[in-house]
């Protein structure tokens, strides 16, 4: 299994530009989500889905949408990037059963920079 | 807002020291999480915490959740260059919807 995949790992955009980062996992996971981590900071959570057409917003979901068609795939859709969306941003995946108790496998990361 | 803190935010030790990071709520956690991130890398789990008081071990890591579920700790013992990385915890925090919310991270630093 390649576990969570996420693309591009490097992304420059110029401030009022949209992006799609994709997130993908091969492990069944019925449980997604969406972190984007600052410079010497912890996770913040943004948007996160326990299956297939159902989302639900995080902490900092302003300025972000996404989708889940499949139980694989969970994109983050950013539209209008602004300088304050530079981040690293990381896609996390847990099997199912009770929300938050299970360990979250976390992709490589998407490294951000809005200009 | 509800907030998990943890200090210190830098360590840096010679190889093999011990190392210790805490983590603070100010309201009672559910459970807590710890992770691992890598320089560059991201996270990896490496344990969670459910009960009062408990205390879990991983070889040279020692894990515990105190006794009112707003503390944990996480102490490495005679620490190695393969520790280096920063620490994160994670509580899980219910009032009215969950939440987890991590803590800012402790970055360890070892000379070798």
């Known amino acids: 299994n390649a576990g969570v995949t996420q693309t591009p790992k490097f992304r420059i955009l110029k401030i009022g530009q949209s992006m799609t980062l994709q997130c993908t996992q091969d492990m069944n996971h019925n449980y997604m989500y969406w972190y984007r981590q600052d410079p010497g900071m912890g996770l913040k959570l943004i948007y996160y889905?326990?299956?297939?057409?159902?989302?639900d917003k995080g902490e900092v979901p302003n300025g972000y949408n996404v989708s889940r068609s499949t139980t694989e795939d969970f994109p983050l859709r950013l539209e209008l990037a602004a300088p304050s969306q530079t981040s690293v941003y990381f896609c996390?995946?847990?099997?199912?059963?009770?929300?938050?108790?299970?360990?979250?496998?976390f992709g490589p990361g998407t490294r951000l920079t809005v200009l | 807002g509800q907030q998990v803190m943890q200090i210190p935010q830098y360590q840096h030790v010679q190889e093999g020291e011990d190392f210790t990071t805490y983590c603070n709520s100010s309201?009672?956690?559910?459970?807590i999480q710890w992770y691992k991130q890598r320089p560059g890398g991201h996270p990896v789990f490496l344990i969670q915490?459910?009960?009062?008081?408990e205390v879990k071990k991983q070889k040279r890591l020692t894990f515990q959740f105190g006794e009112a579920k707003k503390n944990s700790s996480l102490h490495i013992t005679a620490t190695q260059t393969t520790d280096v990385g920063t620490y994160f915890c994670?509580?899980?925090?219910?009032?009215?919807?969950?939440?987890?919310?991590f803590g800012q991270g402790t970055r360890l630093t070892i000379n070798p």
């Open positions: 309201t009672t956690l559910s459970n």
């Open positions: 996390a995946s847990t099997p199912g059963g009770v929300l938050w108790t299970d360990t979250q496998y």
């Open positions: 889905s326990v299956g297939a057409g159902i989302t």
């Open positions: 994670a509580g899980l925090i219910i009032q009215g919807a969950q939440k987890l919310v």
């Open positions: 915490l459910v009960k009062s008081g």
